[in-house]
């Protein structure tokens, strides 16, 4: 079975879905807290099998392709496995919420007498 994307909302490779290349979670320190923080997962323990899949990248950041060279001096473009670039972030995430992690704005606190006199006013404004 293929690993399944890491990415809350995403169905990659779960059973009936198509194929999707997934990378795993950079052994670099600095890059993996990157990925997590902007997967909003830092609630994430067990980190060898965490995965991210192809859909999450920007296109110029998966590398499809090398340049092959020919005995003439020329280069031809192979295709290869996907890789990605050094610091490539997953950044594409429309199934994601935004800001999950983050405590939502308190609400504005009500002011009765604010209240009042506003609709008050509002009262001998209108015909």
Known sequence: MPNTCSVPGCRSNYSGEPYT??????????????????????????????????????TEDVITEMDMPQPDGSLQKISRRRILHKNAIPCLLPSCPKYPSSPSPKPERLDRGKIESKLFFQARTEP
């Open 21 to 58: 290349p997934v990378f795993r979670l950079p052994s670099n320190s600095e890059l993996r807290e990157k990925w997590l923080r902007g997967l909003h997962r830092e609630d994430i323990e067990d980190l060898k099998n965490v995965f991210v899949c192809s859909n999450h990248f920007r």
